[in-house]
Nanobody, 131 residues
């Protein structure tokens, strides 16, 4: 299993930006899917952005498309979530996660399905957006 650790959460006003980082340790990223998932207390987890490492393909949930960007730096063993135009509805605990080996379809489906089964998770970082 991979080890993951998020950083970069915090409080920001609506319209602002934040960048989350996830440092990972895994034997190989070949056929890996790296993702960001968020959860509001009392609600289901929401997969918001994933990247299929082999192809560099990114996928986004409709709720964040056009505002959030997932990226990866293999040299630094870190992937990121750049969040722009934040709204109070983005307030949540944000987790990074990984799974491998998986297909690109599996990676894409994590931004659509409510099933957020990932074998490796970070500890989570809180993002609070005030109006």
């Amino acid at each position: 299993q991979a080890r993951l650790m998020e950083s970069g959460g915090g409080s920001v006003q609506a319209g602002g930006s934040l960048t989350l980082s996830c440092a990972y340790s895994m034997s190989s990223t070949a056929s890996a899917c790296l993702g960001w998932i968020r959860q509001v207390p009392g609600k289901e987890r929401e997969g918001i952005a994933t990247i299929y490492v082999k192809r560099g393909t990114t996928y986004y949930a409709d709720s964040v498309k056009g505002r959030f960007t997932i990226s990866q730096d293999n040299d630094k063993n870190t992937f990121y979530l750049q969040m722009n135009s934040l709204t109070p509805e983005d307030t949540a605990m944000y987790y990074c996660a990984s799974n491998q080996p998986v297909t690109a379809d599996w990676c894409e489906e994590r931004t659509i399905s409510a099933r957020q089964w990932w074998p490796s998770w970070g500890q989570g970082t809180q993002v609070t957006v005030s109006s």
